[in-house]
């Protein structure tokens, strides 16, 4: 009886882990990625897809690609404030590797993450790998090799030719006589001391 429940157990064990979902893996709601909570399902995508989100070089499970998407902001000339974490729009995926469309679901296609439409950045040391990405109507079938891409959205260039400089910094202050005051009066000599307001305690 004793082994029969031991064998009953180690079966389930092994059907249970082999039934761990993957990256890329269609879902509804995160716990059908992982129970755990190191996996979530990104509904944004056609039929859902199991995921880690924000992830680092080097980080994703053997089967994938940490990539970062949207690493600048198309049109701008400026970088964004651009750091390591790319763009303050850009985000990261493990995204499920593939050598060739069969390895995808239906609705997603073999290609290089780096290439237009997607323009992403790769942050493993493989750049050249492949992912399973959504099909995009702009996408060709043969790898996006012959995808001419569209010029930039002009989203952050203003109309007209005398456009200042994107800043962020104070802006300067200036008078007519050449001095700027100081942002806080110091006190004068009519100005009573903290002492001679303070009533005698003793």
Known sequence: MRFSLRLALVALAMAASGCRPSIGDRCIISTDCSTRGDRLCDTAQPGGYCTQFNCKAE??????ACVLFNPAV????????????????A?????????TNDDCRSGY?????????W?????????????????SADFDVD???SFTPRPPAPICDLPGSNVA?????????????????????DAGPGDLDAGDDASDGG
């Open 59 to 64: 980080s994703c499970p053997e089967e994938a």
């Open 74 to 89: 198309p049109g701008c000339s400026y970088d964004d404030r651009a750091g390591a974490g790319g763009s303050r729009i």
């Open 91 to 99: 985000r990261s995926f493990c995204v499920v590797a593939c050598e």
């Open 109 to 117: 296609v073999c290609a290089d993450p780096r290439l237009p439409p």
């Open 119 to 135: 323009n992403g950045f790769v942050q493993d040391k493989v750049q050249d790998r492949k992912t399973c990405l959504v099909a």
């Open 143 to 145: 790898g996006g090799a």
């Open 165 to 185: 400089p994107i800043d962020a910094s104070a802006p300067t202050m200036g008078t007519d006589a050449g001095v700027v005051p100081p942002l806080v009066p």
